[in-house]
């Protein structure tokens, strides 16, 4: 079995989408949490398991998971 290396464009590209993975779980995962259980469409506890799903986690619970209640400022 050999191994190849990863070429520098390879690795930056990588990098970034690892960054963009953290940073989209780190955020939806913020605003889940600061969120009232009011404001979120089905269960807090599902949304923050769902949020560890890759790209696709964040981004549904980013467009659909949030609901709009008055009072409570949109992040």
Do not use: C, E
């Amino acid at each position: 079995m050999t191994h190849r290396k990863l070429s520098a464009p390879q690795v930056s590209a990588l990098t970034g989408a690892a960054l963009v993975q953290f940073g989209l779980a780190g955020f939806a995962w913020w605003d889940l949490s600061r969120r009232p259980a009011a404001a979120v469409r089905g269960s807090k506890t599902v949304w923050a398991f769902a949020i560890a799903v890759n790209f696709a986690g964040p981004l549904a619970y980013l467009r659909f998971g949030r609901r709009r209640v008055p009072g409570v400022p949109a992040v």
